[in-house]
């Protein structure tokens, strides 16, 4: 069995406000009042959202338009690097998009994770799951610190 040390507990519950602070600042971002979301970071460089389409989500064909993949996509890499960062926002630096499957009405679900870097510049990815477990996209970004502090966002600092 693991022993606990006063230090893991507080790093512990420092991620956690941190996490929290995050949801809420995601919550807070005028655009997500357009899309019907909830983001979930449970752990360090994890994201999960999931998310509502529907038919005003459609392009003329009749299916999902990308700006709903891209979103989700970038939101939940953004969303996983970022957890890994308490002091700074992150800006998005580029972002690749593979669409594998069309999408109609569905709830779908983004997971973001952290694939690299530590100080200035991380790698992230992501994929959009539909209600079936079927993949339907997959991103990667670039996320560059900004000299943004997140406690001066609205939406991160109550509760902290």
Do not use: C
């Not at 606990?4 to 655009?31: C, M, T, V």
């Not at 449970?42 to 891209?70: K, L, M, N, P, Q």
């Not at 890994?84 to 499957?101: G, I, K, M, P, Q």
């Amino acid at each position: 069995m693991a022993v606990r040390n006063d230090s893991d507990q507080e790093n512990n519950n420092g991620s956690h406000e941190h996490f929290r602070a995050l949801e809420r600042l995601y919550k807070a971002a005028p655009i997500n009042q357009l899309f019907e979301s909830d983001l979930e970071i449970s752990e360090r460089g994890f994201a999960r959202i999931t998310f509502a389409v529907d038919e005003r989500h459609y392009h003329a064909a009749g299916a999902v338009h990308g700006t709903s993949y891209f979103k989700m996509l970038d939101d939940a890499a953004f969303y996983a690097a970022n957890s890994l960062v308490s002091d700074r926002f992150l800006l998005t630096t580029a972002f690749n998009v593979l669409f594998t499957r069309p999408l109609k009405s569905s709830t779908v679900t983004a997971e973001g994770r952290w694939v690299s870097g530590k100080r200035r510049v991380f790698v992230a990815d992501s994929r959009l799951i539909d209600e079936e477990g079927e993949e339907i996209a997959r991103g990667t970004g670039t996320f560059m610190r900004s000299h943004i502090p997140l406690a001066s966002l609205p939406g991160y600092k109550q509760d902290l």
